[in-house]
């Protein structure tokens, strides 16, 4: 069980080469009844459209159980226009009995669904997040990575970052981020080979700045039912610390949804190069877990590249309450060319949804020859 860090989640991975035990059939259960419950008691007042200047105020607390992190429960709150200027606060919480942990905060201004689409001079996004994950996986580098070689260890990064951007037309924005995490790694088996690396074993920091420029024409960052966002990102990193290392990330992404008969049909690709020496295992481009492949345990595959397709069939049910049918596609590499020569891992995925109007809760099941994850996040996949 670990926390994933990126968009707000909170999942679980089976990583076994076995069938599935009762284990899963109970988290299976509890995913359910948590989206089902406030369908029942809420299920009127959850979703509408965007009311622009005036205040809103959403949240959403759960709670869960696992044999690796024990007890847990948290919950996520928006609170949006309280001072009637369209800005955003976010706030993401967990805690286990057995010390998982995790803090995420979030301001933008104006919000970006409120945005979208819209001209404007600045908008401002902040986020701080703190997520300690005492179950973390290490399978190795690169796509032959065999999963018999897992290890785990304790992850604990802390993150801020902050960006601005400009809407030059209602479809081309410009975003310039800076970014700092220091991430904390103990815990490590006896024989771990992470012990070897010396600038891996304890402590990294990662201080960035990023341009992003896109296009993008969807109507609705949050419940998107048509458009296309076509964007390309560079990412730089600098020796600010005595525990960062320089490289230089290039990134692009191109997603795509359309409607037919209520039913919405979203797909992303998405392609990543880092150029540097000595990369930490830490900055590495990972696939596998719930922001690129579900199904397969967090971080399973690292390298210096990486290519990512996923594919949604998005199904309305009742009301504020969706599924999902899809599948998601991915592979590692040191150079962007290897990925037409390594294998490619594809995974069947199924979900179940709940709208909000500010935020969506969102449950999925993944499966692969050796893991079976369960995911339980706050907002789409993309």
Known sequence: MQCSIGSPAYTTDFTSRNPPTPRPTLQLTLLLLLLLLPVLFHAGALHSQPTGDSLKFEYFPFAMYDTDVGIGAGGIAVLRSAFGSRERFDLLLFASSKGERLLRIGFSWPDEELRQGQLYDIALDMQFEYDKMIQTNFFGVGSASSFD????????????????????????????????????????????????????????????????????????????????????????????TAYSSA???????????????????????????????????????????????????????????????????????????????????????????????????????????????????RGDVGWSPDALGVYFNFGQVF
């Open 149 to 240: 070689d897992n290890e785990r260890f304790v992850h604990e990064p802390v993150m801020f970052k902050c960006g601005l951007s400009q809407g030059f037309t209602p479809e081309l924005v410009a975003q310039a981020q800076f970014k700092f995490k220091r991430m904390w790694s103990y815990g490590f088996e006896t024989d771990s080979r992470l012990r070897e690396r010396a600038d891996n074993a304890t402590t990294s920091d990662l201080s960035s700045i990023a341009l992003l420029v896109r296009r993008d024409t969807r109507n609705s960052t949050l419940h998107t039912s048509s458009g296309y966002v076509l964007q390309g990102e560079i990412e730089q990193a600098l020796t600010l």
């Open 247 to 361: 490289w230089t990330r290039l990134g692009a992404t191109a997603q795509w949804y359309g409607e037919m008969g209520g039913v919405v049909l979203a797909t992303r690709t998405i392609l990543q190069q880092t150029v540097g020496d000595d990369i930490p295992v830490q900055h590495m481009l990972a696939v596998g877990g719930n922001k690129t492949l579900r199904g397969l345990p967090e971080n399973r595959y690292l390298d210096a590249s990486s290519g990512v397709f996923n594919l949604e069939f998005r199904i309305p049910l009742y009301k504020s309450f969706g599924a999902v049918l899809g599948a998601d596609a991915g592979s590692v590499g040191k150079r962007l060319t290897d990925l037409l020569s390594s294998r490619w891992e594809v995974t069947p995925v199924v979900g179940l949804r709940l709208a909000f109007e500010t935020f969506i809760v």
